[in-house]
């Protein structure tokens, strides 16, 4: 058997034990970079043939994280390939090149924020309502999305975030490919979290208590949701009328996250509102000093010297 042939009937096994989303993302890793790179292969693969795709994919312009992901993908191949007695499969003992360039997140500043919030909370629309609860709760993109009304708690001011939305490709061996909106449930056992939410955010909320329907998407006040491109097309429409540089949504989150660690929050509890699955990932990402934090140390020791 070859990789190719493994491939299709290690998705069928794992059809029974992961989301559509999962397979649907595996699909797309083998169609797009295992088979044309590897599917020919019998046995066994070389280590010296995927360090040599490695490094070629990372100096394409691939990032590190993208091609580990593909690797996992192949690994768990071959992993099957060799319980079914087809494949000779040892890790992959695999180097990557030093990263000289520390890329840094895409956050809003203190003043783009405020700017951010006062035009939200100034025009109100179900839209804006969901990039307020974004930035005051660092939730993702696909929890907005898949919020209702009732998610919200007023009685205990808090957010219940347990699902996420996502348009999939549903990719089939020998099917047309083709595109579905689904809802899965939160991304971990971490990702099902209740947020507090902020005064405004409940005095908002409170005034449309009585006429929403509590089954209702948020974003949309209806029964019919929004899939995160469409939103995501609609929050760049926003920074665009505020000449606010634009970054990513997901860079609200990175904006939540560093105003609570600037904030002194505990990292574990800034952690546990992000739905990280363990303290490890929040460090990783947020406890290097940003500008902002840089420059309040240089001004900290030049007061200490008078």
């Known amino acids: 058997m070859t990789i190719n042939d493994i491939s299709f009937e290690w998705i069928k096994y794992k059809e029974a034990f992961v ?9 797309l890793l083998l169609e ?5 790179s590897f599917g020919h292969y019998e046995t066994e693969i070389p280590e010296s043939t995927v360090q040599e795709w490695v490094l070629e994919k990372i100096k394409s312009g691939m990032s590190k994280k993208t091609v580990g992901d593909i ?14 007695g087809v494949f000779n499969y040892t890790p992959f003992d695999i180097v990557y090149p030093t990263e000289s360039v520390n890329k840094t997140l895409e956050v809003l500043t203190i003043k783009q924020t405020n700017e951010l919030i006062s035009y939200l909370k100034e025009n109100f629309s179900f839209r804006n309502l969901g990039i307020l609860i974004a930035i005051s709760t660092g939730v993702r993109i696909g929890e907005v999305c898949a919020m209702k009304w009732n998610d919200i708690d007023l009685d205990r001011g808090v ?12 990719c089939k061996p020998g099917e ?3 595109t579905k909106i689904i809802i899965n449930d939160a991304k971990t056992s971490a990702s099902n979290r209740e947020i507090p939410l902020s005064p405004d955010i409940l005095k908002i909320v409170k005034k449309l208590q009585k006429i929403v329907n509590p089954e209702w998407y948020i974003l949309t006040n209806d029964k019919k949701a929004t899939e995160p491109r469409v939103y995501r097309n609609y929050y760049y429409a926003v920074m665009r009328e505020l000449q606010i540089p634009i970054i ?6 990175h904006s939540f996250a560093t105003r609570c660690i600037n904030a002194n929050v505990d990292i574990k509890t800034v952690s546990v509102l992000l739905g990280h699955s363990n303290v490890t990932t929040t460090l990783n990402v947020y406890t290097h000093p940003d500008l902002e ?6 001004n900290k020791m030049f007061k200490s010297l008078k």
């Not at 989301?19 to 699909?27: E, G, N, P, W």
């Not at 990513?248 to 989150?253: D, E, I, Q, S, V």
């Open 32 to 36: 797009n970079h295992i088979l044309p």
């Open 159 to 170: 957010l219940t975030v347990n699902k996420t939305l996502q348009r999939v490709y549903i």
């Open 19 to 27: 989301k559509i989303s999962s397979i649907s993302a595996y699909m």
């Open 176 to 178: 047309k490919r083709e």
């Open 248 to 253: 990513k949504f997901h860079g609200l989150r």
């Open 71 to 84: 690797l996992i993908v192949l690994n768990m191949i071959l992993k099957y390939g060799k319980k079914r």
């Open 293 to 298: 934090q840089k420059k309040s140390a240089i």
